[in-house]
């Protein structure tokens, strides 16, 4: 069974802080990562992916991966109540299909 | 551009009925896939076709089948609905296996 691992949380950060999301995945013929976004009642929409060992950037978001650990992270600089949502993180496994994590629940703190 | 729609939006069923989710893109996708989403919980493949013509089985296939009607269309039917299909279905489709997905927005089922 190929599992996806989140922390459920939430996590909780003051506005303005870092917010530091992590997954772990146990297909080690995994080749792409996606990092969606879900709010409440909402649809997912897709926030990032990543195929390269190191470090994505891209606005306020940097995904993070390492292949050889089989993790990998997302990072939120400057969060914003409005970033206050359920973060899925989503490899795709060796058969190509997107295995989801449960997901990690964020609240950023006014 | 729409991008994935779906149909209905909201549904309540009685055990033992049948019903057809619909779900269409105009993105001229090849890929196109069904989940499901419980309380707390990620979500679930229950079919996909890679391209038109084609179909396989997800993670959760039983109860459920699909058609791949044309290259916009993916529907998803259940033929006796059991009070554990209550749940959110979201149709995704991308340009193919590998390439990021984009979720319609959901139907939510409940079956009584």
């Known amino acids: 069974q190929k599992e996806v691992e989140q922390n459920s949380g939430p996590l909780s950060v003051p506005e303005g802080a870092i917010a530091s999301l992590n997954c772990t995945y146990s297909d080690r013929g995994s080749q792409s990562f996606f990092w969606y976004r879900q709010y409440s009642g909402k649809s997912p929409e897709l926030i990032m992916f990543i195929y390269s060992n190191g470090d994505k950037e891209d606005g306020r978001f940097t995904a993070q991966l390492n292949k050889a650990s089989q993790y990998v992270s997302l990072l939120i600089r400057d969060s914003q109540p409005s970033d206050s949502a359920t973060y899925l993180c989503a490899p795709w496994d060796s058969s190509y299909k997107l295995i989801f994590g449960s997901g990690t629940r964020l609240l950023v703190r006014p | 551009n729409a991008g994935v729609t779906q149909t209905p939006k909201f549904q309540v069923l009685k055990t033992g009925q049948s019903m057809t989710l619909q779900c269409a893109q105009d993105?001229?996708?090849?890929?196109m896939y069904w989940y499901r989403q419980d309380p707390g919980m990620g979500l679930r493949l229950i079919y996909y076709?890679?391209?038109?013509?084609?179909?396989d089985k997800g993670e959760v296939p039983n109860g459920y089948n699909v058609s791949r009607l044309n290259k916009r269309e993916f529907s998803l039917r259940l033929e006796s609905a059991a009070p554990s299909q209550t749940s959110v279905y979201f149709c995704a489709s991308s340009d193919g296996p590998g390439y990021e997905q984009y979720f319609g927005p959901g139907t939510r089922l409940t079956v009584t």
């Open positions: 076709s890679a391209s038109e013509g084609t179909t």
């Open positions: 993105m001229n996708h090849n890929s």
